[in-house]
């Protein structure tokens, strides 16, 4: 069940753009997104934390997993593009992990609901101990009741699927036997088999089939954060009310994001946001620089993500090629004539030349090119040793 790898995407409310606003906006006076450090917990591959690194030269970070296999993906990302002394991923058990040092900003996400109760309580103990006074934590989970039709599914599906295979076989009897039902129950799980179906594994296998996956009522998600002397500041969605468990049991929602803040920290007027600056270019522009965390994915895979801190899929193979290439170094012939060469773009020189404008354009579109001056930006701080 365990061995489908959690591949790694951008979650922009992670983003410390998003935390500094949403922290600021509730009167916290969060760090500047672009002069700060940031801890990862539970962080997967780390691409996420290695993205905010590599998108802007005044964060740095600090990354952690339990799976070695999962760091090594982000340290080589760390080691490709250069960012060895901003961005520093390890293998750590949350149940013991060394001193982080203190951060601006502390993520959490998709840890809490799906681990034992000590390692839930050592992620807070550990979020409480990382936080710098203004610091803003962010933290995951699945959210009762809304969550309790998804569990009742994937309860069955644990019961009754030895393995992946079966699950999926299961899945798709499911569809079948509830058609042509239009009662309450009937609509509530199909819209669950429909979710799960449409998924990818890794997620089906850790966000709903995982050994430990369970879910809270938000008050006592806030009552062991209170334990550990952090307070909810607010949802981390922008779009969400306060959070608040008649709301929750009124709308359904199965999933929450809480910013969490030190007991101690100060809490005044909103404050208006940092402005963050776009750094990417609208244009290609005639030797287009492509985000270089972008360029090393597209060369491994169709997964991106773009300077909007979003992951974005490229699918065609000749589209990644040229995103790979453009190190600003070739214009539009030169990429052409290289593209061409790459047997895996698939594609002549000639239908590479007449596609190019509209491949970059799309590239523009989609944020994975860079601007191509560098106006002054803070200087970063360094990860703790
Ligand atoms: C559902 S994945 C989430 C990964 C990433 N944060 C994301 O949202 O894409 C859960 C992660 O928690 C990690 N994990 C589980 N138990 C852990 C522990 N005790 N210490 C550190 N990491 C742990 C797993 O290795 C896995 O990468």
């Known amino acids: 069940v365990s061995t489908i790898p959690y591949a790694g995407r951008a979650f922009p409310r992670t ?23 940031v801890i990862e917990l539970a962080c997967g591959d780390g691409l996420n934390a290695v993205a905010m690194a590599a998108a802007d030269p005044g964060v740095s ?18 080691a490709a593009l250069g960012l060895g002394d901003r961005a520093d991923l390890r293998v750590a058990d949350i149940g013991d992990v060394p001193d982080l040092g203190a951060a601006d900003f502390v993520v959490c996400h998709g840890l809490y ?12 103990a550990t979020i409480a101990g990382s936080l710098a006074p203004a610091g803003v934590a962010f933290l995951s989970f699945n959210l ?31 569809g079948p036997a509830l058609a042509g039902r239009d009662d309450v129950y009937a609509r509530l799980l199909g819209e669950q088999v429909a979710r799960l179906s449409g ?7 850790h966000d709903d089939l995982g050994p430990h996956t369970t879910s809270f009522w938000n008050g006592d998600v806030a009552a062991a954060a209170a334990a550990n002397g952090l307070r909810v500041l607010c949802d981390g969605d922008p779009e969400a009310p306060q959070p608040d468990e008649l709301t929750d049991l009124v709308s359904g929602r199965a999933y929450r994001e809480l910013l969490l803040v030190g007991e101690d920290a100060a809490i005044g007027e909103p404050l208006p946001a940092i402005p963050g600056r776009a750094r990417y270019a609208s244009e290609p522009g005639e030797r287009p620089v492509g985000y270089a965390l972008a360029r090393w994915q597209a ?3 169709p997964r991106v993500t773009t300077l909007r801190h979003t992951s974005v899929t490229i699918p ?19 990429l052409a004539a290289d593209a061409a060469r790459a047997p ?32 002054r930006r803070a200087a970063p701080r360094s990860p703790a040793a």
Not at 113 to 124: D, G, K, Q, T, Y
Request: hydrophobic content about 50%.
């Open 144 to 174: 009762r009741p809304g969550w309790l039709v998804r569990q009742g599914l994937a309860e069955g599906l644990r019961r009754h699927a030895s393995d992946f295979g079966a699950v999926r076989d299961l899945l798709a009897q499911l």
């Open 299 to 301: 060369a491994r895979g």
């Open 316 to 334: 065609d193979a000749a589209g990644r090629v040229i995103l790979a290439l453009c190190d600003g170094s070739r214009d539009r012939a030169a």
């Open 113 to 124: 609901a799906w681990v034992p109760e000590p390692i839930r309580a050592a992620a807070l």
């Open 61 to 78: 970070v600090t990354a952690v997993d339990i799976d070695p296999d999962a760091i090594a993906v982000g340290q080589e990302a760390v």
């Open 199 to 205: 998924w990818e594994d890794h997620l089906v296998m």
């Open 15 to 37: 983003h410390p753009v998003h935390l500094s606003a949403m922290a600021r906006r509730h009167g916290v006076p969060a760090a500047d997104p672009a002069a700060c450090r």
């Open 344 to 375: 895996e773009a698939g594609v002549t020189r000639a239908e590479l030349e007449a596609a190019m404008d509209d491949a970059l354009d799309r590239l523009a579109a989609s944020a994975l090119l860079q601007e191509v001056s560098s106006p």
